[in-house]
Each structure stands twice: as C-alpha cells, then as structure tokens.
C-alpha cells in the first residue's frame, strides 16, 4: 500500500477562506473578531510560533496584537495583565504562548484566563466541556487533527485508535476527541513497555511524542491512517515527525506529512476557534 497524504497546508487554506468570509460578515454587523498573545521570554520558537498567529489572523481579517513581556516578568503582573483583558470587550481571544519561565506557575496563569477568552482551550472548565462532549472551545491542535481526519473521510467509529504521548496538550485530549467519536482508544506513553506492540494493533496512530523518525513501516499496521504530530528538528536542520515518513507510508493507506501536516491545522483551529468566541458562542452558559 502506499499512503495519501493528508496536507494539512491545503485543508488549512481552504478552512481559512471560510473563515475569512465569516470574519468578514461578523465586521459587517460591527464585530472584528480579535486575538491577543502574551509572550514571555526571547524562546526564539515561541516568538515564532506567536509571528505566525499574528499573520494568520491578518490573513482571514481577524485583529491581533502581541504583548511581549520580559522573561522577569512576575506571575502577579502577568496574571494582572490576564485580569485586564478578561475585561476588555474588545478582545474576544486570549492566548498564553508556553512554555513560561520557570518562576511563573502555568497551570495558574491558564486557570487566570477568562474560559469564554480561552482559545487555546485549555482551563479546566473547557477541558471538562470537552470530557463530557459539551460545546466548547476545543484545544487547538487535537481539534485539527479530528478535523483533518474528518476531511479525509476517515471513519473513526469502532475503529483501534494508538496514541502515542498524554501531554495535556496533544496526546489526552486528542484521545478524548476519539473516544467522542465512539473509537476505542490504547493511550501509550515514556513508561509504556513495548511500545510497538500497541502501534502495530492501531487502524489509527496517532504519534506525539516528539521523538524523531523512532516509528518506521515495520512497526505500524497494513492500511493504518497515521498522523505524525511531532515536530523534531535533525542536526542538518531538517524538521522530522515521530514516524519514518518513507517506510511508514508505504504501509499506510493514510498519513500527514512533517512539515505541512498537523502544523498548519492548530493555528487554523486557533483562528476559529476565536471567531467563535467573537460571537459569543463559548463554552460558558450557551
Ligand atoms: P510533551 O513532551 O509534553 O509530551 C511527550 C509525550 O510523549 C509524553 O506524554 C511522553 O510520555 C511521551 N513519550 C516520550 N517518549 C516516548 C517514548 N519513547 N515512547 C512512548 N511515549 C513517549 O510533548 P507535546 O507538547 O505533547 O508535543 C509532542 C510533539 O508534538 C512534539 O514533537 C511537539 O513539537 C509536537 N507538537 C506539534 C504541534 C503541531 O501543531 N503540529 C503542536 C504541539 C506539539
């Protein structure tokens, strides 16, 4: 078998067209959905990652603006700064780039997030919407890959879902969205003993573990879909998911490549997500 590839690039684009058409109908009835990131710290990644949502969100006429504080910065201001937005009307979304310096606790910085700012869908409150497949805002990339899968007409219902990595950013919830979605779901992690033996059992892999190229073709299932979340940067520079794309494709029958898979498809979640939250359609009370 040899693998289509599921490009999150070209999905991305044609979700943002749509995007951008209902920004422009929230603005005709006076709203401009808009989005604002605090960066702490000079993690030239993160100030990546955060340059990459200001244009995306110029792309689909969305607002944004950047608050870049010192890596001295104190929890207090910070979640004084959080505090102020939370009562700006004006912004709809709230994003918190992490990691944060380690001085300043994350997990209080999200539960300082109004949850119907939280974008990113992280606070507690979100996250339990989303245990029990209540509306809410959904955490960025989990979302783009259902999404992804979805577009791909991948049937997700009785099928064997393998998630390699339980960050409570990927690995949890993207198995929770799968469970939404009546899959039965294997969660594997660092302290899981032979890993291989539970991908090799997988209809869908979802890998996010962050460790480059470790799974190769003879360690997934014939006509396995594959989603590669991982983001590995080899010595040579080149930017490598957790499967051997080569090897792996040729067994599966669907795979997202590294770069252009599942990349692009967070920051577009995070886009809707915060059109969401401008009509005022969040998790809280509707
Ligand atoms: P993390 O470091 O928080 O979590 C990694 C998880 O992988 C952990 O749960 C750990 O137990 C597991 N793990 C590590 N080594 C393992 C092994 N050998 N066997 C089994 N499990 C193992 O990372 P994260 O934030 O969840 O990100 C995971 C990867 O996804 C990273 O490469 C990251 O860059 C990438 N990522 C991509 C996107 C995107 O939009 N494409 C978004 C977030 C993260």
Known sequence: MSATEMNGKELSKKIRTELAGEVLQLKQNGVTPHLTVIIVGDDPASQSYVRGKEKASAEVGMSSDIIALPSSTSEQDLLGQIDRLNKHDSVHGILVQLPLPDHINEQHVIESISPEKDVDGFHPVNIGKMMTGNSTFLPCTP????????????????????????????????????????????????????????????????????????????????????????????????????????????????????????????????????????????????
């Open 143 to 286: 979302y783009g890959i259902i999404t992804m899968l979805k577009a791909h007409d991948v049937r997700m219902e009785g099928k064997h879902v393998v998630v390699a990595g339980r960050s409570n950013i990927v690995g949890k919830p993207v198995g929770q969205l799968l469970l939404n979605e009546n899959a039965t779901v294997t969660y594997c992690h660092s302290k899981t003993e032979n890993l291989t033996d539970y991908t090799k059992e997988a209809d869908i892999l979802i890998l996010a573990m962050g460790r480059a190229n470790v799974i190769r073709g003879e360690h997934v299932k014939n006509g396995a879909v594959i989603v590669d979340v991982g983001i590995n940067r080899l010595e040579d520079g080149t930017l490598t998911g957790d499967a051997d794309f080569a090897s792996t494709a040729a067994k599966a029958s669907k795979i997202t490549p590294v770069p252009r898979g599942v990349g692009p498809m967070t920051i577009t979640m995070l886009l809707k997500n915060t059109i969401k939250a401008a009509r005022g359609l969040s998790a809280v009370g509707k």
